[in-house]
């Protein structure tokens, strides 16, 4: 089994020469939740994946995976949906259009589109209708979350009415650099105050938990103390965890049942949830 594991490492440290999410998705059972996929509009990237425990006793998780806003595919992130169905939460995992098909603000805006679609059919879904759910991204994903829960035009526009209950950041880029030639193609001539979050804080936002690698070179750990400032200066709940020699990677593999010993990210999220996303609370 460590021979295994040790497989997974070298592999999502860039080592391994097979694609390193099917080393994680292959290892892992899918005793616990059942898998379901659907759309939730036209458009081939606008598909979903539903991870629904057996026992339901946490409220929903929409999971926003990252890649630059330039690739991802939700089946890469069965292990984030086997985690954390596996604390009792459904986990609801959207595909979105992607650069350069699209430009901020409609991968924003499907992420949107899907909770209005996940809450219209939650009842068949899931057995119960969604009063509540917490947003949760990686990387580029946790920026798109963040805008979400910090700008609450977006969810209403598409008719949402389910409570946030909270937001849980890894390694988001919340200072968007927007003089980067990377990150101004995709943004346009959006202003700071639109996508950067820590300048959009209200104090309305609900309980936050931020995580970041203090090794992470691809988005640097000032952006979640930057965005972490923010919120507690509006009076907002929030939890902000810096790990040391944990790596922009690595932080949302430590998610994952074989990499748990990799850093306390699972941890420190579950007991957030634990916290805050309770299915009676």
């Known amino acids: 089994m460590r021979r295994l594991w040790l497989c997974c490492v070298l592999c999502l440290t860039g080592c391994g020469v097979i694609k ?3 080393v994680l998705n292959f ?44 690739e991802g595919e939700r089946a890469d992130y069965e292990f984030v949906g086997h985690a954390l169905s596996g604390l009792g939460h459904p986990v609801f995992i959207p595909d979105y259009r ?30 119960a209708p969604l009063s509540r759910y917490v947003l949760m991204g990686h990387s580029s994903g946790a920026h ?23 937001l849980i950041g890894l390694a988001g880029p919340y200072e968007l650099p927007l003089d980067d030639p990377e990150v101004s193609d995709v943004f346009a001539q959006a202003p700071a105050q639109a996508v ?25 750990p000032r952006h979640s103390r930057r965005f972490a400032d923010a ?21 949302i593999a430590g998610l994952a049942a074989p990499l748990r010993f990799l850093n306390d ?16 609370l």
Request: hydrophobic residues 45%; without cysteine; proline residues 8%.
């Open 231 to 251: 919120l507690a200066e509006a009076g907002v709940p929030v939890t902000l965890h810096l790990y040391p020699r944990v790596n922009h990677v690595r932080i």
């Open 144 to 166: 798109t979350a963040a805008l979400l829960a910090t700008d609450t035009a977006f969810l209403a526009a598409h008719g949402v009415s389910a409570e946030l209950s909270g």
């Open 20 to 22: 390193s999410t099917d």
């Open 27 to 70: 290892v892992l059972p899918a005793s616990h939740y059942t898998l379901s996929r659907g759309t939730y509009g036209p458009d081939p990237r606008q598909g979903w994946d539903l991870y629904l425990p057996h026992e339901v006793t946490g409220v929903p998780l929409v999971f926003v995976y990252g890649g630059a806003w330039r």
């Open 196 to 220: 950067q979050p820590p300048l959009r804080v209200s104090g309305a936002e609900p309980p936050v938990l931020l995580l970041h690698g203090l090794n992470d070179e691809r988005v640097v």
């Open 265 to 280: 990210s699972y941890a420190d999220t579950a007991e957030f949830l634990r916290q805050h996303a309770g299915r009676d």
């Open 98 to 127: 992607l650069y350069p098909a699209v430009r901020y603000p409609d991968f924003v805006d499907d992420v949107a589109a899907s909770i209005a679609w996940f809450e219209a059919n939650a009842v068949a879904l899931t057995g």
